[in-house]
């Protein structure tokens, strides 16, 4: 394709307390290996970091990056104002803690393409920038840390249920009604089970490919884990038939796990051999996971992998009904209606 048949792009990225990776973010975006015209568009929530003051410089410094206020702060809300304050017929969600290789998007414009796709998207390559995270990215990347889902572990281009971030096509977008504002996390997901359910193809290839930074601690990584969990579980209320034996995993290892401190605890001292299976199991999982990785890193995978798995499993079982309920009740929202 000449220079002239490039469709324009714009990107989205919902920011907020990103002062750590935000400049590097955008430099990845704006040094991309793409021919045609391209936007940034960056919807800033009430950071308490300097994120506001870098986003202002990136504006001064570039005359592609653009800038709309989020004030509710919530990731939904952020890339709908970022939508509707783009104008490009191809959208590209970005994070403000993701690195886009160099030829992410001319690779997804293709693939959109190639496919017929609504949405393309591939792999969300953890990369630490020290030993605890290096752990979780580790964990993150492996099959006993988070299944089969591709978009973490890789594998064979196709159909997919979800991907990670998304290429789409502003008109997919727009029929949809954008990201329902209700799912504070949860929210890709969530619209690309409406996508399907319209009949739209969302695509998984490995050839796309985005760095993200794990969280830095285990109570930022405990946290993530439990909304993950919490809000899958709305999902699944929201959407009947979505959910499948992967998701139950781990809130059937809390329960299970539970189940056997408590019976190993007031009955016999047998049932602890469930805990102690399920320790056994993670530190023999760990030990592939961590090839390549220094010692320090490689010893902290078994609690990285613990707190995603018993997280997202306490998320998922203590998830309220009545967020499901006001999700239910609520109207779908246009794209950039706020909350």
Not at 55 to 65: C, F, H, P
Request: some cysteine.
């Amino acid at each position: 394709m000449s220079a002239a048949q490039y469709p324009a792009v714009s990107v989205i990225m919902p920011v907020l307390n990103e002062e750590r990776h935000l400049r590097n973010s955008v430099r990845h975006i704006l040094e991309q290996e793409y021919a045609g015209e391209m936007e940034v568009v960056i919807a800033l929530g009430p950071s308490t970091d300097r994120t506001d003051e870098i986003a202002a410089e990136l504006v001064r410094e570039d005359a592609r990056v653009h800038t709309v206020p989020n004030p509710t702060g919530r990731t939904p809300a952020a890339l709908n104002a970022a939508i509707k304050a783009s104008r490009h017929p191809v959208v590209v969600r970005v994070d403000g803690h993701g690195m886009l290789s160099p030829n992410y998007i001319a690779t997804a414009v293709r693939l959109l393409e190639e496919t017929g796709a609504q949405n393309v998207g591939g792999i969300m390559h953890a990369e630490g920038e020290n030993a605890w995270e290096d752990a979780v990215a580790a964990a993150m990347t492996s099959r006993i840390g988070v299944g089969n889902a591709a978009f973490h572990t890789g594998g064979q281009a196709g159909p997919a249920e979800t991907v990670y971030l998304g290429v789409f096509r502003r008109e997919a977008l727009e029929k949809a009604g954008g990201y329902n504002v209700e799912f504070i996390r949860a929210q890709d997901w969530e619209l690309n089970f409406r996508i399907r359910e319209a009949g739209g193809l969302i695509w998984f290839s490995p050839e796309l490919k985005v760095r993200y930074r794990p969280r830095p601690s285990v109570r930022a990584l405990a946290k993530q884990y439990k909304d993950y969990g919490r809000w899958r579980h709305v999902v699944a209320r929201y959407h009947a038939g979505s959910i499948n034996l992967r998701y139950l995993a781990p809130p059937a290892a809390v329960c299970a796990i539970a189940a056997g401190v408590v019976a190993g605890a007031a009955v016999t001292p047998w049932a602890f051999v469930v805990p102690a299976g399920y320790v056994a199991a993670i530190v023999a999982g760990s030990l592939p996971a961590g090839r390549g990785l220094p010692l320090k890193a490689r010893a902290q995978i078994p609690v990285a992998l613990a707190t995603m798995h018993m997280s997202w499993g306490y998320g998922f079982l203590t998830s309220p009904r009545s967020l499901a309920k006001r999700v239910i009740a609520s109207r779908r929202p246009a794209v950039g209606q706020p909350v």
